[in-house]
């Protein structure tokens, strides 16, 4: 942010510039590469607390998906000439920290685990949504097509993930909460 800052400062007649909506790109890829990283250590720990076999393999496909958002970013940084590099997301440590608290405070086995978890994912989700869209929009103003595509890519999984979630929490899982005590 500092870098960013002091760029804004530089073009304070232009901040609309290109320079300065490069190094927000570089900025964003940063942080969504490092928060990726950091959920993929933890996909495996919700997939395991998980107490239905359809959230457990939902969560497990995306531990795949999630390792190829990792490697398409790597992909994004070449397009651009630079080696995959990330800056610490406090967001994502934020969001990994919630679904954690959550599977200490529901108990093992029973499906209210499942509807935090999936509350959990989602928010994770949602951050993910808004940052391949706007990384997109970045990539598109600066002309860089194949960026686009491949940001294009991981934003369709990230909104087939969550409308999976959605669909396995309207199926059961908050059905069965309703019985049950935290
Ligand atoms: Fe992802
Ligand atoms: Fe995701």
């Not at 400062?9 to 290109?18: F, I, L, P, T």
């Not at 940052?131 to 890519?153: F, H, I, V």
């Not at 999984?157 to 059961?172: G, H, P």
């Amino acid at each position: 942010m500092k870098k960013q800052q002091e760029n804004n400062q530089k073009n304070q007649n232009n901040n609309y510039d290109e320079s300065g909506l490069k190094d927000l790109f570089i900025d964003e890829l940063k942080d969504i590469y490092w928060a990726e990283k950091h959920l993929a250590k933890a996909l495996p720990k919700m997939a395991k607390a998980a107490t239905s076999e359809e959230l457990r393999s939902a969560i497990e496909q995306h531990e795949t998906e999630t390792e190829n958002h990792i490697k398409r970013l790597e992909q994004v940084f070449a397009t651009i000439g630079r080696k995959a590099s990330g800056k610490k997301c406090p967001a994502m440590v934020g969001l990994v920290e919630e679904g954690k608290e959550i599977m200490e405070e529901t108990e093992d086995g029973s499906m209210t685990r499942d509807a935090g978890i999936i509350s959990a994912a989602q928010k994770i989700e949602h951050y993910e949504i808004a940052s391949y869209g706007t990384l997109r929009t970045l990539a598109n103003q600066l002309g860089n097509n194949e960026a686009a595509d491949l940001l294009s890519q991981t934003l369709e999984e990230e909104k087939s993930t969550d409308v999976k979630l959605t669909e396995i929490a309207e199926s059961f899982v908050n059905e069965s909460a309703k019985t049950e005590k935290a």
